[in-house]
């Protein structure tokens, strides 16, 4: 892959040991040469509130807005944006339809607000098939899991056992 000057390429990654349980994030940015690499675990959480994490984190941590390749293997963050599953749910009060909730609407939200400031594109790729940084990202994850100082996915564990964040 070729890199245009002036974009970021960002690679994201997320999951959890044991779904819910332990778990992180891994993203990393580059910038004209440059790399910065971005995790944090979480000691009660899902795969799919880290895969949202990670893109968030890396969107977050922009100062300024930029043009964003967003990397992930991530088929529920990259399906939730292109489909337009997010901006729906958001439109319909955090409803999938008029009796069912939307999964994980507070990070969604952040997502779309992030999104709001950049001009990013979601590219989707096949996970642990050999991908470079897909593979550094997963490397970052499993270490963020298994660290001693997580912080609390608040959110999550406020809902847990409402069927939060699957």
């Known amino acids: 892959m070729s890199e245009k000057p002036h974009v970021v390429y960002a690679f994201t990654d997320g ?44 969107l977050e941590s922009l100062k ?17 944006i292109h489909k337009g599953w997010a901006q729906r ?5 955090w409803m999938r339809n008029k009796k069912d909730k939307a999964i994980n609407p507070d990070l969604w939200d952040r997502l779309l607000h992030a999104m709001d400031r950049h001009d990013v594109t979601f590219r989707w790729i096949k996970g642990h098939a050999g991908h470079a940084e897909n593979e550094r990202c997963d490397k970052l994850v499993q270490k963020a899991a298994r660290c001693t100082d997580q912080a609390i996915d608040v959110e999550y564990e406020r809902l847990k056992g409402r069927d939060a964040g699957r």
Request: glycine share 16%; with cysteine; hydrophobic share 35%.
């Open 15 to 58: 999951g959890a040991i044991g779904n819910p349980g332990p778990g992180g994030f891994g993203a990393i940015l580059r910038y004209q040469g440059h790399e910065r690499e971005l995790s944090a675990g979480y000691r009660h959480t899902t795969n799919n509130r880290m895969e949202l994490l990670g893109a968030i984190a890396a």
């Open 64 to 80: 300024r807005s930029c043009t964003i390749v967003l990397t992930t293997d991530s088929r529920y963050v990259v399906d939730g």
């Open 89 to 93: 749910w958001k439109a319909n009060g």
